[in-house]
């Protein structure tokens, strides 16, 4: 009984060994199924050349984006120069009448000429030359009785008087001039101030 016993559990064992021994190797073989390198090596180079193409092409973007970054420069650089150049384009061109005047005048002067022709044609070119200058923006500052203005006024004589309010413009030496509302020259005056009593 006892021998009997023994062998059936020799049997066992030995069943159970090679069900042991079988297990490993079909799990070695699911789990190579189910690998996912395994899976994936076959699309892994299309994937690279995907990858090369794509550079491929931002390479070549931001190439063309240099040139024409590059181009953009020398047109900037360009129309600068030329900005520069022709910056006084348009105040030549509102002065030209008053150049023609000036012709005009100079060419109307003969040896015989009676002078009060030569002031007349000098005072015409004298009211040309302003109009135009008016036109681009440029007005005089050249008035006389009014209150002294630090920014359009700058004062060289002091002229005690009682005549006149204290600190007012009494004659304008040189004239200044504003440019579209801004001070280019000030207009050098002379200016009163409070006469003391004796």
Not at 85 to 94: F, P
Not at 138 to 165: A, C, R, S, Y
Not at 173 to 185: A, P, T
């Amino acid at each position: 009984m006892n021998e009997k016993n023994n062998e059936k559990r020799r049997e066992n064992m030995s069943e159970n060994n090679e069900t042991l021994e079988i297990a490993p190797e079909t799990k070695q073989e699911e789990a190579s199924n189910k690998n996912p390198l395994s899976e994936t090596s076959t699309e892994l180079p299309e994937n690279i050349q995907k990858i090369k193409e794509k550079l491929s092409n931002l390479e070549n973007q931001y190439i063309r984006l240099m040139a024409d970054y590059q181009n953009l420069q020398k047109r900037t650089v360009q129309e600068k120069e030329e900005l520069y150049k022709y910056a006084a384009q348009k105040t030549i061109e509102v002065l030209l009448p008053a150049l023609d005047t000036f012709d005009y005048a100079k060419s109307s002067v003969k040896p015989d000429s009676k002078p009060e022709k030569i002031v007349e044609d000098f005072s015409l070119v004298v009211e040309m030359l302003l109009k135009c200058l008016k036109d681009i923006g440029l007005e005089p500052i050249d008035k006389t009785g009014v209150p002294f203005n630090p920014f359009h006024h700058e004062p060289l004589h002091q002229i005690p008087t009682n005549e006149l309010p204290d600190q007012t413009v009494m004659e304008v030496l040189k004239k200044g001039y504003i440019l579209n509302k801004k001070v280019i020259r000030p207009a050098l005056v002379s200016v009163s101030v409070k006469e003391e009593a004796k």
